[in-house]
């Protein structure tokens, strides 16, 4: 059943056949060369493929995407230092202007504080001034009114000899000792 | 011998070709599944790769999936230097696999099942381990037999052993693959013939029928498995053996 009618260029594979008929079909030597004949044909063109068209193929696209991955990841790097400089950059505006703001608001009160002080200045001199003068005045006043009270006094001191004695007093002596009687006290 | 469970590994010219020297190299059954596995392969895979892109779809994650698996293999193995025999590991890689797979459907047949085919590839890998050595190593590619640091006494030991564990290397690298994928066919259709039988038999039998029919299901999944296994075995050994030749320093 195995076996189509011989023909005749078969009969001295058939001879083989029928002798391994009974066995394994694998060591029935007649099909070997035919076997190996066709092993080497395929299995050649398999390889010439893969080596020459699949395999390269399937090598770059991996490559390939290997690549973009680490070029992504670099460019990803790169704008992140980009962003990180920014970053930087900002603060250290942020902190200028700050340190700027901070500069003038101290010098401006530091003028101002200047100026309070300077007109503080011309105000107290114009007070003490006026103080000055009128403690002047004052002193005058009562130099002027003590001078009176000597002179009330003198006149009064004069009156009560007068009337006392009855003789008008010598003015001279009386001025005398109405001075005595104040430097006692 | 219908119903014989060797039938199904007979070889039948499909396209009869006049002899070549005596020999017959008439197109058959197991050409054709060469033939097929090779199409399926870089029909396959180019039709993946047609429209490449950064972001692969389904089929091209799965090509791209193939060969970095087998990439990493020979990387994580003898490193960098390996990698000019990655077009052959691959090539023998997806073959076994794809010829192993196609056995296990609608139309049986296991190119892998003939020891005349896994011989004539293990010898392949162990021509180009030996050129390999020979080119890389000139004649220090024979210390493989003699690893150095031994006192001369043991080396009467060692040699013998280890040219034999060469020598054994194709055979069994070729028989591995070979009686693997003929025994669990054969298997699977010992179980197939005994469901048909009980089946015939009719009445409790054809009840008992469902036990190997189980079976048959079970050694069926086992068999996936093992096709590939057999496959990334086959590729791995070739690639131990090439990093034996490239790194000679054991």
């Given at each position: 059943?195995?076996?189509?009618?011989?023909?005749?260029?078969?009969?001295?594979?058939?001879?083989?056949?029928?002798?391994?008929?009974?066995?394994l079909?694998?060591?029935?030597?007649?099909?070997?060369?035919?076997?190996?004949?066709?092993?080497a044909?395929?299995?050649?063109?398999?390889?010439?493929?893969?080596?020459?068209?699949?395999?390269?193929?399937?090598?770059?696209?991996?490559?390939?995407r290997?690549?973009?991955?680490?070029?992504?990841?670099?460019?990803?790097?790169?704008?992140?230092?980009?962003?990180?400089?920014?970053?930087?950059?900002?603060?250290?505006?942020?902190?200028?202007?700050?340190?700027?703001?901070?500069?003038?608001?101290?010098?401006?009160?530091?003028?101002?504080?200047?100026?309070?002080?300077?007109?503080?200045?011309a105000?107290?001199?114009?007070?003490?001034?006026?103080?000055?003068?009128?403690?002047?005045?004052?002193?005058?006043?009562?130099?002027?009114?003590?001078?009176?009270?000597?002179?009330?006094?003198?006149?009064?001191?004069?009156?009560?000899?007068?009337?006392?004695?009855g003789?008008?007093?010598?003015?001279?002596?009386?001025?005398?000792a109405?001075?005595a009687?104040?430097?006692r006290? | 011998?219908e119903?014989?469970?060797?039938?199904?590994?007979?070889?039948?010219?499909?396209?009869?070709?006049?002899?070549?020297?005596?020999?017959?190299?008439?197109?058959?059954?197991?050409?054709?599944?060469?033939?097929?596995?090779?199409?399926?392969?870089?029909?396959?895979?180019?039709?993946?790769?047609?429209?490449?892109?950064?972001?692969?779809?389904?089929?091209?994650?799965?090509?791209?999936?193939?060969y970095?698996?087998?990439?990493?293999?020979?990387?994580?193995?003898?490193?960098p230097?390996?990698?000019k025999?990655?077009?052959?590991?691959?090539?023998?890689?997806?073959?076994?696999?794809?010829?192993?797979?196609?056995?296990m459907?609608?139309?049986?047949?296991?190119?892998?099942?003939?020891?005349?085919?896994?011989?004539?590839?293990?010898?392949?890998?162990?021509?180009?381990?030996?050129?390999?050595?020979?080119?890389?190593?000139?004649?220090?590619?024979?210390?493989?037999?003699?690893?150095?640091?031994?006192?001369?006494?043991m080396?009467?030991?060692?040699?013998?052993?280890?040219?034999?564990?060469?020598?054994?290397?194709?055979i069994?690298?070729?028989?591995r693959?070979?009686?693997?994928?003929?025994?669990?066919?054969?298997?699977?259709?010992?179980?197939?013939?005994?469901?048909?039988?009980?089946?015939?038999?009719?009445?409790?039998?054809a009840?008992?029928?469902?036990?190997?029919?189980?079976?048959a299901?079970?050694?069926t999944?086992?068999?996936?498995?093992?096709?590939?296994l057999?496959?990334?075995?086959?590729?791995?050994?070739?690639?131990?053996?090439?990093?034996?030749?490239?790194h000679?320093?054991?």
């Amino acid at each position: 059943m195995a076996h189509p009618p011989t023909p005749v260029t078969h009969a001295v594979e058939d001879a083989a056949h029928g002798a391994a008929e009974g066995g394994l079909p694998q060591l029935d030597f007649a099909t070997w060369p035919g076997q190996i004949f066709w092993l080497a044909v395929t299995f050649g063109l398999l390889y010439l493929f893969l080596s020459r068209s699949v395999l390269p193929k399937i090598g770059t696209v991996i490559e390939e995407r290997l690549d973009k991955i680490a070029d992504d990841l670099d460019e990803a790097g790169r704008l992140k230092a980009q962003a990180d400089d920014a970053a930087k950059a900002y603060e250290k505006a942020l902190g200028d202007a700050r340190a700027k703001a901070h500069a003038i608001a101290g010098e401006t009160r530091d003028k101002l504080n200047a100026e309070i002080a300077k007109e503080t200045e011309a105000a107290e001199t114009v007070f003490a001034e006026k103080t000055d003068a009128a403690e002047a005045r004052i002193r005058k006043t009562t130099q002027a009114a003590l001078a009176n009270v000597r002179d009330a006094a003198a006149d009064a001191a004069a009156a009560i000899v007068a009337k006392l004695s009855g003789g008008a007093p010598d003015p001279a002596a009386v001025s005398k000792a109405v001075d005595a009687a104040a430097k006692r006290g | 011998m219908e119903h014989s469970p060797l039938e199904q590994f007979s070889i039948h010219p499909i396209l009869e070709l006049p002899p070549v020297a005596g020999m017959d190299l008439s197109f058959t059954n197991t050409s054709l599944f060469m033939t097929l596995s090779v199409l399926l392969i870089v029909g396959g895979l180019s039709l993946a790769m047609r429209r490449p892109s950064m972001v692969p779809g389904r089929a091209q994650s799965l090509a791209e999936m193939s060969y970095e698996f087998v990439g990493g293999m020979i990387r994580d193995i003898t490193g960098p230097e390996g990698m000019k025999f990655f077009p052959y590991v691959f090539a023998l890689f997806m073959f076994i696999l794809v010829a192993n797979l196609l056995g296990m459907f609608v139309l049986p047949f296991t190119v892998t099942s003939h020891i005349a085919v896994t011989l004539s590839l293990a010898l392949t890998t162990i021509c180009i381990v030996i050129l390999t050595g020979l080119i890389r190593h000139g004649f220090g590619f024979f210390k493989l037999f003699a690893p150095s640091g031994l006192p001369i006494y043991m080396y009467l030991l060692i040699t013998p052993i280890e040219i034999i564990s060469f020598v054994a290397r194709p055979i069994t690298l070729s028989v591995r693959l070979f009686a693997n994928m003929l025994a669990g066919h054969v298997m699977l259709k010992i179980f197939g013939s005994f469901v048909v039988a009980l089946g015939g038999l009719g009445g409790i039998w054809a009840a008992l029928a469902v036990l190997p029919l189980g079976a048959a299901f079970a050694i069926t999944g086992l068999e996936f498995l093992v096709a590939f296994l057999q496959a990334y075995v086959f590729a791995i050994l070739t690639v131990i053996y090439l990093n034996d030749v490239i790194h000679m320093n054991h």
